[in-house]
């Protein structure tokens, strides 16, 4: 079993940088795929990023592709989110997750996830 605990949240203009931490904890984190999420108020949970265990597999939502990243340090048990030019509409609340399956942690799947943390970004 894979606990996160999200943080790095904050109030940021448009155009700035933030970088999101997830620490993670459990046996299997290394093996685990990681990913974020975003919940907005009103919209559905949509998929931002999301490694595999090695750092060697990637992929982006399409909204956020060319402007964030996604890494971690397995030494730390920590996943990260490089948040660049940010924009009014990436407001939301991010959500760390993490699955032994690509496909399963992609499409959200997945019952391993962390307790949220709100981004704001101001126009």
């Known amino acids: 079993q894979v606990q996160l605990v999200e943080s790095g949240g904050g109030l940021v203009q448009a155009g700035g940088s933030l970088r999101l931490s997830c620490a993670a904890s459990?046996?299997?984190?290394?093996?685990?795929?990681m990913g974020w999420f975003r919940q907005a108020p009103g919209k559905e949970r949509e998929f931002v990023a999301a490694?595999?265990?090695?750092?060697?597999?990637?992929d982006y939502g399409d909204s956020v592709k060319g402007r964030f990243t996604i890494s971690r340090d397995n030494a730390k048990y920590t996943v990260y989110l490089e948040m660049n030019s940010l924009k009014p509409e990436d407001t939301a609340v991010y959500y760390c997750?993490?699955?032994?399956?690509?496909?399963?942690?992609?499409?959200?799947?997945?019952?391993?996830w962390g307790q949220g943390t709100q981004v704001t970004v101001s126009s």
């Open positions: 459990g046996r299997t984190f290394s093996r685990y795929v």
């Open positions: 490694l595999n265990w090695s750092g060697s597999w990637r």
């Open positions: 997750a993490a699955d032994r399956g690509w496909s399963d942690l992609v499409r959200g799947s997945t019952p391993n």
